[in-house]
Protein backbone atom coordinates (compact mmCIF):
# COMPACT_ATOMS: atom_id res chain seq x y z
CA UNK A 1 0.00 0.00 0.00
CA UNK A 2 1.20 3.54 -0.79
CA UNK A 3 0.99 6.62 0.78
CA UNK A 4 -1.45 7.81 -1.89
CA UNK A 5 -3.61 4.54 -1.04
CA UNK A 6 -3.61 5.84 2.23
CA UNK A 7 -2.53 9.96 3.13
CA UNK A 8 -0.73 10.01 6.58
CA UNK A 9 1.77 12.76 6.08
CA UNK A 10 1.25 15.92 7.98
CA UNK A 11 2.57 18.42 5.68
CA UNK A 12 4.56 21.08 7.42
CA UNK A 13 5.85 23.41 4.53
CA UNK A 14 3.06 23.75 2.27
CA UNK A 15 1.83 27.25 1.40
CA UNK A 16 -1.16 29.23 0.51
CA UNK A 17 -1.57 31.82 -2.22
CA UNK A 18 -4.81 34.12 -1.22
CA UNK A 19 -6.50 35.46 -4.87
CA UNK A 20 -6.29 39.11 -3.50
CA UNK A 21 -2.20 38.43 -1.90
CA UNK A 22 -1.50 37.41 -5.35
CA UNK A 23 -3.40 40.14 -7.06
CA UNK A 24 -1.47 42.58 -4.85
CA UNK A 25 2.44 41.42 -5.60
CA UNK A 26 1.17 41.01 -9.34
CA UNK A 27 0.10 44.95 -9.23
CA UNK A 28 4.11 45.45 -8.23
CA UNK A 29 5.52 43.35 -10.28
CA UNK A 30 7.09 40.77 -7.36
CA UNK A 31 7.30 36.92 -7.09
CA UNK A 32 9.28 34.77 -4.62
CA UNK A 33 12.80 34.70 -5.03
CA UNK A 34 12.56 34.12 -8.77
CA UNK A 35 10.07 32.15 -9.28
CA UNK A 36 6.27 33.28 -10.82
CA UNK A 37 3.34 33.57 -7.91
CA UNK A 38 1.52 30.52 -8.36
CA UNK A 39 -2.11 29.69 -8.59
CA UNK A 40 -3.20 28.08 -5.81
CA UNK A 41 -7.16 26.52 -4.29
CA UNK A 42 -8.74 24.16 -2.42
CA UNK A 43 -9.30 21.80 -4.87
CA UNK A 44 -5.72 21.50 -6.16
CA UNK A 45 -4.15 21.47 -2.93
CA UNK A 46 -6.20 18.22 -2.10
CA UNK A 47 -5.04 16.97 -5.82
CA UNK A 48 -1.32 17.68 -4.28
CA UNK A 49 -2.11 15.96 -1.28
CA UNK A 50 -3.85 12.89 -2.34
CA UNK A 51 -0.93 12.64 -4.68
CA UNK A 52 1.73 12.55 -2.22
CA UNK A 53 0.05 10.70 0.56
CA UNK A 54 -0.98 14.03 3.05
CA UNK A 55 -3.03 13.99 5.27
CA UNK A 56 -3.15 17.22 6.61
CA UNK A 57 -1.29 20.95 5.61
CA UNK A 58 -0.32 23.55 7.65
CA UNK A 59 -0.12 26.73 4.96
CA UNK A 60 2.03 29.16 5.22
CA UNK A 61 2.46 32.85 2.64
CA UNK A 62 5.80 32.56 1.29
CA UNK A 63 8.20 35.62 0.61
CA UNK A 64 8.16 38.21 0.22
CA UNK A 65 5.50 38.34 2.93
CA UNK A 66 3.36 41.37 3.84
CA UNK A 67 5.93 44.16 4.34
CA UNK A 68 6.77 46.31 0.89
CA UNK A 69 7.75 49.04 2.99
CA UNK A 70 4.74 50.83 5.01
CA UNK A 71 3.51 49.55 8.32
CA UNK A 72 -0.28 50.12 7.97
CA UNK A 73 -0.40 48.65 4.67
CA UNK A 74 1.27 45.35 6.05
CA UNK A 75 -0.63 45.11 9.08
CA UNK A 76 -3.50 45.29 6.81
CA UNK A 77 -2.29 42.66 4.07
CA UNK A 78 -1.13 40.30 7.18
CA UNK A 79 -5.34 41.02 8.71
CA UNK A 80 -6.28 39.95 5.10
CA UNK A 81 -4.28 37.12 4.54
CA UNK A 82 -4.66 35.55 8.00
CA UNK A 83 -8.09 35.56 8.00
CA UNK A 84 -8.55 34.00 4.49
CA UNK A 85 -6.10 30.65 5.73
CA UNK A 86 -7.84 30.62 8.76
CA UNK A 87 -11.56 30.23 6.77
CA UNK A 88 -9.57 27.68 4.69
CA UNK A 89 -8.91 25.88 8.36
CA UNK A 90 -12.48 26.31 9.81
CA UNK A 91 -13.79 24.52 6.56
CA UNK A 92 -11.72 21.44 7.15
CA UNK A 93 -9.69 21.88 10.14
CA UNK A 94 -8.70 17.87 10.08
CA UNK A 95 -6.76 18.93 6.08
CA UNK A 96 -5.77 22.01 6.78
CA UNK A 97 -3.91 24.54 9.52
CA UNK A 98 -1.89 27.45 9.05
CA UNK A 99 1.15 29.18 9.91
CA UNK A 100 0.16 33.10 10.51
CA UNK A 101 1.87 35.76 8.56
CA UNK A 102 3.32 38.71 10.44
CA UNK A 103 4.94 42.03 9.50
CA UNK A 104 8.21 42.39 10.57
CA UNK A 105 10.19 44.32 10.47
CA UNK A 106 6.90 46.14 11.89
CA UNK A 107 7.56 44.62 15.44
CA UNK A 108 4.93 46.38 17.57
CA UNK A 109 2.19 45.55 14.11
CA UNK A 110 3.91 41.74 14.19
CA UNK A 111 3.22 41.03 17.89
CA UNK A 112 -0.56 42.52 17.81
CA UNK A 113 -1.07 39.87 15.07
CA UNK A 114 0.49 37.27 16.46
CA UNK A 115 -1.82 37.32 19.68
CA UNK A 116 -4.45 37.88 17.20
CA UNK A 117 -4.13 35.11 15.29
CA UNK A 118 -3.09 32.20 17.99
CA UNK A 119 -5.04 33.46 20.44
CA UNK A 120 -8.26 34.66 18.41
CA UNK A 121 -7.63 32.65 14.93
CA UNK A 122 -6.58 29.31 16.25
CA UNK A 123 -3.33 29.59 13.91
CA UNK A 124 -0.56 26.23 14.92
CA UNK A 125 2.06 28.66 14.83
CA UNK A 126 3.66 31.82 13.04
CA UNK A 127 5.84 31.95 9.52
CA UNK A 128 8.91 34.55 9.73
CA UNK A 129 11.22 35.18 7.21
CA UNK A 130 15.04 34.02 7.38
CA UNK A 131 15.55 37.77 7.01
CA UNK A 132 14.01 40.51 6.55
CA UNK A 133 15.79 43.88 4.47
CA UNK A 134 18.93 42.37 5.63
CA UNK A 135 18.41 41.94 9.06
CA UNK A 136 18.00 38.40 10.07
CA UNK A 137 16.27 36.26 13.20
CA UNK A 138 18.33 36.47 16.25
CA UNK A 139 18.45 40.41 16.01
CA UNK A 140 18.15 42.43 18.87
CA UNK A 141 15.61 44.13 17.07
CA UNK A 142 13.38 41.09 16.87
CA UNK A 143 13.33 40.32 20.59
CA UNK A 144 9.97 41.88 21.78
CA UNK A 145 8.23 39.58 19.28
CA UNK A 146 10.69 36.56 20.16
CA UNK A 147 9.36 37.17 23.76
CA UNK A 148 5.69 37.54 22.66
CA UNK A 149 5.77 33.98 21.31
CA UNK A 150 7.81 32.48 23.65
CA UNK A 151 5.05 32.80 26.29
CA UNK A 152 2.66 31.42 23.86
CA UNK A 153 5.02 27.99 23.02
CA UNK A 154 4.94 28.67 19.51
CA UNK A 155 5.85 26.74 16.21
CA UNK A 156 7.82 29.36 14.36
CA UNK A 157 8.25 28.40 10.83
CA UNK A 158 11.41 30.02 8.97
CA UNK A 159 10.77 30.24 6.19
CA UNK A 160 14.06 31.69 3.50
CA UNK A 161 13.82 35.30 1.70
CA UNK A 162 16.02 36.61 -1.11
CA UNK A 163 19.59 37.48 0.49
CA UNK A 164 20.13 41.26 0.97
CA UNK A 165 22.52 41.54 -1.86
CA UNK A 166 21.80 41.14 -5.55
CA UNK A 167 21.31 37.81 -6.89
CA UNK A 168 24.36 36.56 -9.63
CA UNK A 169 23.20 36.73 -12.84
CA UNK A 170 21.32 33.32 -14.44
CA UNK A 171 20.53 31.93 -10.50
CA UNK A 172 17.43 32.54 -9.21
CA UNK A 173 17.37 33.31 -5.66
CA UNK A 174 15.43 30.15 -4.73
CA UNK A 175 18.08 27.78 -6.20
CA UNK A 176 20.69 28.47 -3.75
CA UNK A 177 20.49 31.71 -2.09
CA UNK A 178 17.46 30.46 -0.29
CA UNK A 179 19.62 27.50 1.46
CA UNK A 180 21.70 30.15 2.33
CA UNK A 181 19.25 32.53 4.10
CA UNK A 182 18.07 30.00 5.86
CA UNK A 183 21.79 28.79 7.00
CA UNK A 184 22.44 32.64 7.81
CA UNK A 185 19.49 32.72 10.23
CA UNK A 186 20.31 29.49 12.49
CA UNK A 187 23.52 30.16 13.03
CA UNK A 188 22.53 33.71 14.19
CA UNK A 189 19.65 32.41 15.92
CA UNK A 190 22.10 30.13 17.53
CA UNK A 191 24.90 31.85 18.58
CA UNK A 192 23.02 34.74 19.76
CA UNK A 193 21.95 32.19 22.14
CA UNK A 194 18.01 33.20 21.05
CA UNK A 195 17.19 29.25 21.78
CA UNK A 196 18.05 29.54 25.34
CA UNK A 197 16.55 32.88 26.01
CA UNK A 198 12.84 31.44 24.21
CA UNK A 199 13.07 27.42 25.19
CA UNK A 200 9.88 27.22 24.36
CA UNK A 201 9.50 28.11 20.89
CA UNK A 202 9.59 25.53 18.10
CA UNK A 203 11.53 26.42 15.64
CA UNK A 204 11.56 24.79 11.81
CA UNK A 205 14.25 24.80 9.65
CA UNK A 206 13.06 24.72 5.88
CA UNK A 207 14.70 22.50 3.49
CA UNK A 208 16.20 20.43 5.82
CA UNK A 209 18.25 23.32 6.65
CA UNK A 210 19.56 24.29 4.50
CA UNK A 211 23.51 23.89 4.51
CA UNK A 212 22.87 23.41 8.32
CA UNK A 213 23.46 19.47 8.35
CA UNK A 214 26.10 19.35 5.80
CA UNK A 215 28.11 21.90 6.92
CA UNK A 216 27.23 22.02 11.04
CA UNK A 217 31.20 20.35 11.88
CA UNK A 218 32.14 23.49 9.97
CA UNK A 219 29.73 26.19 11.55
CA UNK A 220 29.97 25.23 14.81
CA UNK A 221 31.93 27.00 16.79
CA UNK A 222 30.79 29.94 15.60
CA UNK A 223 27.21 28.90 16.98
CA UNK A 224 28.73 28.77 20.25
CA UNK A 225 29.16 31.54 23.22
CA UNK A 226 32.90 31.56 23.26
CA UNK A 227 33.07 30.97 19.52
CA UNK A 228 35.47 28.10 19.70
CA UNK A 229 32.80 25.83 21.68
CA UNK A 230 32.10 23.06 19.00
CA UNK A 231 30.22 20.52 21.23
CA UNK A 232 27.89 23.61 22.60
CA UNK A 233 27.60 24.55 19.03
CA UNK A 234 26.60 21.33 17.81
CA UNK A 235 23.90 21.29 20.69
CA UNK A 236 22.16 24.78 19.68
CA UNK A 237 22.14 23.39 16.03
CA UNK A 238 20.48 19.88 16.70
CA UNK A 239 17.70 21.84 19.10
CA UNK A 240 16.12 23.15 15.52
CA UNK A 241 13.18 20.88 13.76
CA UNK A 242 13.97 20.74 10.18
CA UNK A 243 11.52 20.16 7.25
CA UNK A 244 12.09 17.51 3.88
CA UNK A 245 10.94 20.09 1.29
CA UNK A 246 12.54 19.33 -1.75
CA UNK A 247 14.88 17.29 0.52
CA UNK A 248 14.42 14.07 0.26
CA UNK A 249 16.65 13.37 -2.48
CA UNK A 250 20.09 10.49 -2.28
CA UNK A 251 22.25 13.38 -1.25
CA UNK A 252 20.44 15.66 1.21
CA UNK A 253 18.47 12.98 3.31
CA UNK A 254 21.84 10.71 4.21
CA UNK A 255 23.38 14.16 5.51
CA UNK A 256 20.42 15.09 7.36
CA UNK A 257 19.63 12.12 9.22
CA UNK A 258 23.71 11.98 10.09
CA UNK A 259 22.84 15.23 11.89
CA UNK A 260 19.86 15.52 13.33
CA UNK A 261 17.47 13.63 15.81
CA UNK A 262 14.95 11.58 13.78
CA UNK A 263 12.31 13.25 16.23
CA UNK A 264 13.22 16.38 14.90
CA UNK A 265 12.29 16.26 11.20
CA UNK A 266 9.08 16.75 9.05
CA UNK A 267 7.55 16.07 6.03
CA UNK A 268 7.23 19.32 3.60
CA UNK A 269 6.31 19.06 -0.07
CA UNK A 270 6.96 23.24 -1.03
CA UNK A 271 3.79 22.71 -3.21
CA UNK A 272 2.58 24.98 -5.01
CA UNK A 273 5.68 26.94 -5.44
CA UNK A 274 7.21 23.70 -5.97
CA UNK A 275 4.90 22.27 -8.89
CA UNK A 276 2.67 19.40 -8.35
CA UNK A 277 5.41 17.26 -10.78
CA UNK A 278 8.23 18.36 -8.46
CA UNK A 279 6.14 18.08 -5.01
CA UNK A 280 5.50 14.08 -5.76
CA UNK A 281 8.76 13.63 -7.24
CA UNK A 282 10.64 14.72 -4.00
CA UNK A 283 7.67 12.87 -1.96
CA UNK A 284 8.58 9.69 -4.21
CA UNK A 285 12.11 9.69 -2.81
CA UNK A 286 11.22 9.70 0.53
CA UNK A 287 8.98 6.60 -0.06
CA UNK A 288 12.00 4.88 -1.49
CA UNK A 289 14.29 6.04 1.07
CA UNK A 290 15.44 3.09 3.35
CA UNK A 291 13.68 4.49 6.47
CA UNK A 292 13.18 2.32 9.68
CA UNK A 293 9.67 1.90 10.36
CA UNK A 294 9.84 4.03 13.55
CA UNK A 295 11.97 6.30 11.44
CA UNK A 296 9.37 6.68 8.52
CA UNK A 297 6.13 7.17 11.14
CA UNK A 298 7.97 9.62 12.91
CA UNK A 299 8.65 12.15 9.59
CA UNK A 300 5.45 11.76 8.46
CA UNK A 301 3.38 12.61 10.99
CA UNK A 302 4.70 11.55 14.72
CA UNK A 303 6.95 14.46 15.37
CA UNK A 304 4.86 16.92 13.75
CA UNK A 305 1.62 15.45 15.95
CA UNK A 306 4.33 16.17 18.84
CA UNK A 307 4.06 19.89 16.95
CA UNK A 308 0.46 20.10 16.35
CA UNK A 309 -1.44 17.38 19.12
CA UNK A 310 -5.14 18.73 17.70
CA UNK A 311 -4.12 16.78 14.61
CA UNK A 312 -2.70 13.33 16.63
CA UNK A 313 -4.96 10.44 14.75
CA UNK A 314 -6.13 8.27 18.24
CA UNK A 315 -3.32 5.42 18.70
CA UNK A 316 -0.87 6.94 16.39
Not at 13 to 37: D, E, F, K, S
Not at 57 to 68: D, E, F, R
Not at 144 to 162: D, E, I, K, W
Not at 254 to 273: E, K, N, Q
Amino acid sequence: MTHADQPVRIDTHQHIVPPTYAAWLAARGLNAGGRAIPHWSVDGAQELMHGAGIASAILSVSTPGVHLGDDTEARDKAREVNEFAASVMRHDPARFGYFATLTLPHVAGAIAEAEHALDHLGADGVVLLANVNGTYLGDPAWEPLMAALNARQAVVFVHPSSLPTPPVPGIAPFVADFLLDTTRAAINLARTGCLERYPDLKIILSHAGGFVPFAAERMARACSDSGEDTAQGLARLRRFYFDLALSSSPYALPSLLAFADPARITYGSDWPFAPHARSLHFARLLDEYALTPAQRHAIDRGNAEKLFPRLARAGG
